[in-house]
């Protein structure tokens, strides 16, 4: 059974930091894209960041850029979010998503690219 387990959410106040992992269990991601989204309440998922398998390219959503970073660790099968200068609007739930069909030299912004979905985890940010 393929698994995504994200850790590391949290209760943070503004300009803190927290870093979240998404460990992967019953299949090798490594050769493929992985990415974070976001859910607010009573709002949609939202894009957050993404690594391509290859080289470790990342792209990330205007409103993430300079403060988070998005790594990979293959012979772990984790992914990292690092969340630097934390503002009381990141406050979500926090997903992990892996991609196990065809991917080509692209970066994967939208829920509907994704097949495999952790569970979430909540980060607050206070102000």
């Known amino acids: 059974q393929v698994q995504l387990v994200e850790s590391g959410g949290g209760l943070v106040q503004a300009g803190g930091s927290l870093r979240l992992a998404c460990a992967a269990s019953?299949?090798?991601?490594?050769?493929?894209?992985m990415g974070w989204f976001r859910q607010a309440p009573g709002k949609e998922r939202e894009f957050v960041a993404t690594?391509?398998?290859?080289?470790?390219?990342?792209y990330y959503a205007d409103s993430v850029k300079g403060r988070f970073t998005i790594s990979r660790d293959n012979a772990q099968n984790t992914v990292y979010l690092q969340m630097n200068s934390l503002k009381p609007e990141d406050t979500a739930v926090y997903y992990c998503?892996?991609?196990?069909?065809?991917?080509?030299?692209?970066?994967?912004?939208?829920?509907?690219?994704?097949?495999?979905w952790g569970q979430g985890t909540q980060v607050t940010v206070s102000s």
């Open positions: 998503a892996g991609r196990t069909y065809f991917s080509g030299n692209n970066y994967y912004t939208f829920p509907k690219d994704y097949n495999y």
């Open positions: 019953g299949r090798t991601f490594s050769g493929y894209p």
């Open positions: 690594i391509r398998c290859s080289g470790g390219a990342t």
